[in-house]
């Protein structure tokens, strides 16, 4: 059985950061970030693949920097100018064999528990 473990969710100011981490406690070929927002679907962030391609959906690019300790199997998501609108609760998402352009469109095998980020 598959888990994963998040951390580093928090409160935090406009305009500021935070990263969380997560990991998984078997090896997956991609994993990444999902965030749903109070009355919103959930929604892919960044994911990356053990060969290094990194995916972001475009509201994050050039705020949010995702990465990852394979040896680990931990991924990072670094956010940056955080904004009220990416106040979520933030899911770890991973998956055995789908590449990192298809767990960001929904091909998730496994989720976290999810950490909450609020911005104010």
């Known amino acids: 059985h598959v888990q994963l473990v998040e951390s580093g969710g928090g409160t935090v100011q406009t305009g500021g950061s935070l990263q969380l981490s997560c990991e998984s406690s078997?090896?997956?070929?991609?994993m990444g970030w999902f965030r749903q927002a109070p009355g919103k679907e959930r929604e892919g962030v960044a994911t990356?693949?053990?060969?290094?391609?990194?995916r972001y959906e475009d509201f994050v690019k050039g705020r949010f920097a995702i990465s990852a300790d394979s040896a680990k199997n931990i991924v990072y998501l670094q956010m940056n100018r955080l904004q009220p609108e990416d106040t979520a609760i933030y899911y770890c998402?991973?998956?055995?064999?789908?590449?990192?352009?298809?767990?960001?469109?929904?091909?998730?095998?496994?989720w976290g528990q999810g950490t909450q980020v609020t911005v104010s």
């Open positions: 998402a991973a998956a055995s064999l789908a590449s990192s352009y298809s767990l960001l469109k929904g091909l998730v095998n496994y």
């Open positions: 078997e090896r997956m070929n991609s």
């Open positions: 990356i693949e053990t060969n290094g391609r990194t």
